[in-house]
């Protein structure tokens, strides 16, 4: 089983960590389920992620489309589950929903929250016991002094 990687996101914008891990993951040659619980944000997110500058561009579509399955990144809403494009990763924003089968199916798992948003915090709390007292390893990353750090493992 693989680990959650919680980011607490208090420093940088939501869309802007999103867009740091993506190139990361895309470096790796990872496909990617960006997932979210609201499709209008998903759909600001996606306006957001085309309008980056050429040399950063990162391709990507919405879920729905007729080349779902060739997606680097694909936008989701809704149920946990695997992705069409075959993700090897998936990162979830707004508290959309991750499972301990996520977490099994997936190389990595990553959870970013609005740490200034106190339901956002409490979200990711009960996603942190969720998966925890499911047997899953998690890590906890913070931002709060400026860079990005580990503060706890399981």
């Known amino acids: 089983m693989g680990a959650a990687l919680f980011y607490h996101v208090t420093r940088s914008p939501v869309e802007e960590v999103v867009v740091t891990l993506l190139t990361r993951a895309l470096a790796q040659g990872w496909r990617v389920d960006l997932r979210g619980a ?6 600001a997110l996606d306006d957001r992620l085309w309008q980056g500058p050429p040399e ?3 391709p990507h579509g919405r879920a729905g489309g007729p080349h779902d399955a060739r997606q680097p ?8 589950g695997r992705a069409a494009n075959d993700p090897q990763a998936v990162m979830a924003i707004d508290g959309a ?10 190389e990595r798992v ?3 929250f609005d740490g200034n948003d106190p339901a956002a915090v409490d979200a990711a709390r009960g996603q942190w016991r969720a998966l925890t007292g499911a047997g899953a390893k998690a890590q906890y990353w913070s931002e709060e002094q400026g860079r990005w750090e580990k503060k706890t493992e399981t």
Request: proline content about 7%.
């Open 56 to 58: 950063g561009f990162l």
């Open 97 to 106: 929903t991750v499972t301990p089968e996520d977490l099994a199916a997936h």
């Open 73 to 80: 990144v694909l936008l989701t809403t809704g149920a946990a």
């Open 110 to 112: 990553w959870i970013l």
């Open 38 to 43: 609201d499709p209008a944000r998903m759909a």
